[in-house]
């Protein structure tokens, strides 16, 4: 992964160089100040705000060599949010020092911070309150396992309470999950989510919605789920998410915890699927034939000779389901809508090695 290194003095593009050797990055300076790179090997600006404004699209890690005060009143009109906004450190021109300033966790500037100092000789400078106490914050652990955290605002009331030593549950509703560790300091347990006092925060680990009605509650929303689709040819767009949003809405899962849609090779050009995962945001995987028969087969799925008369294979949507996933679990098993089929597998694998 690219990131953008910007310096404004000779000596920042001095240590901007050091970053090259030790990342990949592109480098602005501002202009008239470069006296060691390459002319080509650079980007020059002349407005720091305007800068920062184009670049944020296009990264994720953002070095910004200068004084932690013009950074602070650069970036903060552009922030948006934890789930969006880049990891912004701030290095001093002598590369003594890197700051995590700007989404620690989520954005992954801490540990970011942490890497390129160890790469440069540099001392991290972390301030977030978990962290320099040594704990594993909530929106960290999720990031690292690629889980997604809802609500947002729900994090600071859990890693304050960490950080304070306060009692938070950690619940699941997902069986494989009990007795298996977060961080290798949260123990997950199975709870039947009874009444709790309503100052404890409480972390839910999920793919249902509707778990759980009270206040403080976090959920983390694991992607293991996977969507497995059959239609017939021309299938539009509408009836697809018609028939996908209603057996989400059905059995109660969040989209959050959706990986992938699967269908059949044979359903490679179908527009309505190529719609339906771009609004959705997720990939579409096709799987051939022999690849959802040997699933059927593993699994014992029941089939139709019907359909495999005209496809090759006798279902799609539940082993295309299935297929993807390591350790795999019918949740939804067929529902038929006209011209269409879908099915929900999960994959119990979570947090196995």
Request: hydrophobic residues 45%; glycine residues 10%.
């Amino acid at each position: 992964m690219r990131c953008a290194v910007v310096a404004l003095t000779g000596g920042g593009c001095r240590l901007a160089a050091r970053i090259a050797r030790v990342a990949e990055c592109d480098i602005y300076v501002y202009r008239g100040r470069n006296n060691i790179l390459p002319p080509g090997s650079i980007r020059e600006f002349t407005s720091l705000a305007k800068l920062y404004s184009e670049i944020i699209p296009g990264y994720r890690v953002i070095i910004m060599i200068m004084a932690l005060g013009i950074v602070v009143r650069t970036i903060s009109p552009h922030l948006s949010g934890k789930d969006t906004d880049p990891a912004v450190l701030v290095m001093d021109e002598k590369g003594a020092f890197v700051i995590s300033a700007v989404s620690g966790h989520l954005g992954g500037a801490n540990s970011a911070a942490a890497g390129l100092a160890e790469k440069l000789g540099a001392t991290p400078v972390i301030t977030t309150a978990t962290d320099v106490q040594g704990l594993a914050a909530v929106d960290t652990v999720a990031r690292d396992l690629g889980w997604t955290v809802e609500p947002l605002s729900g994090v600071r009331r859990v890693n304050g309470a960490l950080a304070n030593g306060e009692k938070i549950v950690l619940a699941t509703d997902l069986d494989y999950l009990v007795g298996k560790t977060l961080a290798g300091q949260m123990m997950l347990s199975l709870h039947h989510l009874r009444p709790l006092e309503a100052e404890i925060p409480l972390v839910v680990v999920s793919s249902r919605t509707g778990r759980v009605d009270r206040k403080p509650c976090l959920y983390l929303r694991p992607g293991n789920l996977y969507l497995g689709i059959g239609c017939k040819k021309g299938t539009g767009f509408r009836d697809l998410h018609r028939a996908v949003a209603a057996v989400m809405d059905e059995n109660r899962l969040s989209w959050k915890s959706v990986n992938e849609l699967a269908t059949c090779t044979v359903k490679k050009r179908e527009p309505g699927l190529d719609k339906l995962a771009g609004c959705l945001n997720l990939p579409l995987k096709f799987y051939s034939p022999r690849q959802l028969a040997d699933t059927m087969k593993k699994y014992g799925l029941s089939g139709s000779n019907f359909v495999k008369s005209e496809i090759g294979v006798e279902g799609v949507c539940e082993p295309a389901a299935m297929t993807g996933a390591r350790l795999p679990r019918l949740v939804v098993a067929k529902r038929i809508f006209p011209g269409i089929t879908v099915a929900v597998a999960e994959d119990t694998s979570l947090l196995s090695a």
